[in-house]
């Protein structure tokens, strides 16, 4: 069965400071890989996705996230946080075939000016 | 265009009591999926749709819990005989095509039990 992995409930940076929110996944086949972000009191937004293309996976507002298959991770990382980046950060993982999202529980990240 | 929308958005409801939560999926999207998210949780599986197949029902917590879609639009989540521990946000998204393809997600429908 397949798993996500979030390490870290919450994670507290400095405006202008390096974001890493980290994501480690089973799954016993190539994954499909995704991080979304929700910001209080609404629906989830699409980050970026892997679906094999590429290890290196830009996504919206200077994030991005690196497929490392032999440390099955796929952490989030941005340069320099912005206040606005302050939201929850969920990873998610699906197999090929009709299954649904697996999610982990989600990092609430938080941005110090 | 416009996107996953839900209704409501917050829902009151005594325990005991059957509520209904709508879903209305974007155009095109023949794949629909809820979800569920409890206070500090990540998002819990409950059922998906994808076209006409029969919904995939794995992650119902109980039979009070039901879900209908009529073609590829609307969708209704039912919950008979409410209990305090179904209050949660219910998330509905809904992607062309399952599988990998993108979901988008509505707002959500945020259920309090009292």
């Known amino acids: 069965a397949q798993s996500v992995t979030q390490l870290g409930s919450h994670v507290s940076v400095s405006e202008g400071a390096l974001v890493l929110l980290r994501c480690n996944y089973s799954?016993?086949?190539?994954?499909?890989l995704f991080w979304y972000v929700q910001y209080p009191n609404q629906g989830l937004q699409l980050l970026l996705k892997y679906t094999s293309a590429a290890t290196l996976v830009k996504g919206i507002n200077g994030f991005e996230a690196e497929f490392k298959k032999s440390e099955t991770s796929f952490h989030l990382t941005k340069p320099s946080a912005h206040m606005s980046d302050a939201a929850e950060y969920f990873c998610?993982?699906?197999?090929?075939?009709?299954?649904?999202?697996?999610f982990g529980k989600g990092t609430r990240l938080s941005v110090i000016a | 265009g416009a996107g996953v929308s839900q209704s409501p958005s917050n829902k009151v409801t005594e325990k005991g009591k059957d509520v209904e939560l709508r879903c209305d999926p974007i155009s095109g999207h023949t794949a629909l999926y809820w979800y569920r998210q409890r206070l500090g949780q990540g998002l819990e599986f409950l059922i998906y749709?994808?076209?006409?197949?029969?919904?995939?029902k794995s992650g119902l917590p109980s039979d009070r819990f039901s879900a209908e879609r009529t073609g590829e639009s609307v969708s209704t989540l039912t919950i008979q005989r409410t209990q305090q521990e179904d209050s949660a946000v219910y998330l509905c998204?809904?992607?062309f095509g399952g599988g990998s393809n993108t979901q988008y997600f509505g707002p959500g429908t945020r259920l309090t039990v009292l």
């Open positions: 998204a809904s992607s």
């Open positions: 799954s016993s086949v190539p994954p499909y």
């Open positions: 998610a993982v699906i197999n090929s075939g009709n299954t649904p999202l697996v």
């Open positions: 749709f994808q076209g006409n197949s029969a919904p995939d």
